[in-house]
């Protein structure tokens, strides 16, 4: 938002919010980082577990099942600043027209089903955020 008296404050409508122009596709956009960043936190609980755990992604860490946490949280983090830029375009470019507008709610709906999927996932097999699991019975 720009400058402004404190009247175009408390008339704002949060149009560029976050760098999107619809509040509701920012709020979106922040739960899947929230989503996401829960997904990299197990997975970093896998990579330190290779005897027992895998990245069952075949399109994650280049098909690498067992990558090491640092690879987990670099490329990960290139991952979610690249899906915030791509869903800011998306949303710039819903405005133009509505063939831009579903696909921004199927990108929307695919990352949560993907990464929700994951977490769901990671959750049944008791793989908490940033923990040390234990193997004992699931070796590999």
């Known amino acids: 938002m720009g400058v402004g008296n404190a009247s175009d404050s408390a008339d704002a409508d949060h149009s ?3 760098g999107f122009r619809v509040a509701f596709d920012a709020k979106v956009q922040l739960g899947l980082t929230a989503l996401m960043l ?3 936190a197990q997975t970093v609980t896998i990579a330190r577990n290779p005897d027992c755990l895998r990245e069952a992604n075949p399109l994650a860490f280049f098909g690498d099942e067992h990558p090491s946490q640092e690879a987990v949280l670099l490329y990960n983090a290139v991952y ?3 899906h915030w830029l791509l ?3 998306l949303d710039s470019l819903a405005e133009r027209s509505t063939s831009w507008a579903r696909a921004r709610r199927i990108y929307q709906l ?3 089903i993907g990464h929700g999927g994951a977490v769901a996932n990671n959750f049944a097999l008791g793989i908490k955020p940033f923990s040390n ?6 070796e590999l």
């Open 16 to 18: 560029e919010l976050l």
């Open 38 to 40: 829960y997904d990299t």
């Open 80 to 82: 979610i600043v690249g």
């Open 87 to 89: 869903s800011r375009k």
């Open 110 to 112: 695919a990352t949560f």
């Open 133 to 138: 699991y234990s193997c004992v019975g699931r």
